[in-house]
């Protein structure tokens, strides 16, 4: 008897009003990330109703052969094809980079080829090599460590002297396959609009359909180019480099000191830094570069770690950095601050995790608390459909991919925690495993002899 009096004494006393305080928390962030979600989406509808389109925004006109200058009329484009060990994938992107549509003498294709098996080594300079009889101009560079990962690569790729005649770097990783016009629809925006450092394109992804799992990802990466990169570059002018498909200002990158490998996110890193120094980024939703996604769960939970670590140890890298910064306004910063890193990448992977898959279930022991209906029911709901708008062929998974969602909550709220406290895997990198799914679709098309200098197909 008295057993149960001590445990109804602590429960009034001390388990209900805890229980109550974290409700509380968790209703102020549900209605911050809905805010956010809801504001996101607001830009976008705007956008696409008024068809404000990058076109109509910055200036951008295609490009043309001057009969004085001929091939120097076009800038001097660098193409950089980061990889390690990726067997099945590697002649798809080198094979795509040069069948870039520009002229031979104007254009550098540059191989950072970090991988350990000899076999693919080898395979890697004979498809160079094939190439270049073609009349490529094309580099394959390795070093003797791994220092850096991706970032160490790219870094020691940037070394090169050849390197210093060009203007513009664009990367692609090692399952990515830009369409050959990707170049021509891109570097106007560079070369029209000074104040731009980058044009970043958006995902396409060739083996969706593969399974459940790609159908999911496929989702959530739709809505992340939809919302959340259409709206930064709408109201902001920036947003996070993807790592790939996207072309540097190389003026750009120097001023802002060039790529780092203090974290597992060097492509974040470079873009909020080049961000910071008051150039402007671009995204451009109808350049779509072809990509393949993580169709086995290990991979793919490795790839989650990465994305959800690598940000939150950046954030706390930069935030004194930013609040510090003098050359951006005060709501930039609280942009970068708030809503890009703490809402974005932190708030709302804790979220997910804890409300829904800990407060909820835990609240039927607690029935004297009231949670309201709009942030169990309205706010998720109209979250959720925003996600399922940005892939519609799609809409009849939401369900699962709610659960997955779900699922994955708790792996990337321990990945964030990692990356704040500097966990002992914080610097983790596991290259993303490709199976060559790419493959399964029609390659690009065979290069022919060049003509006036620029690729004939």
Known sequence: METMMWWREMRSLLLVPMFKCLVAMCLFISLLVFVESFYMNIVVFYVKLFKRKPEKIYKWEAMQEDMELGDQN?????VQIPMYNEREVFQLSIGAACGLIWPLDRLIVQVLDDSTDPTIMDMVNIECGKWARKGINIKCERRDNRNGYKAGALKQGMRHSYVKQCTYIAIFDADFQPEPDYLQRTIPFLIHNPELALVQARWKFVNAKKCLMTRMQEMSLNYHFTAEQESGSTRHAFFGFNGTAGVWRMAAMEEAGGWKDRTTVEDMDLAVRVGLHGWKFVFVNDVAVKSELPSQFKAFRFQQHRWSCGPANLFRKMTMEII???????????????????VRKIIVHFFTFFFYCLILPTSVFFPEVNIPTWSTVYFPFMITLFNAIATPRSFYLVVFWV?????????????????LLEGGRVNEWVVTEKLGDA????????????RNGVLDR
């Open 403 to 419: 659960l997955f969602e779900n699922v994955m909550a708790m792996h990337r709220t321990k990945g964030t925690f990692i990356g």
């Open 74 to 78: 076009y800038p001097m484009v660098l």
């Open 439 to 450: 493959l399964e679709t029609k390659l690009l098309p065979q290069i022919r002899k060049p």
């Open 324 to 342: 510090s910064n003098k050359r951006v306004t005060i709501w930039k910063k609280l942009y970068v601050i708030y809503s890009f890193f703490f």
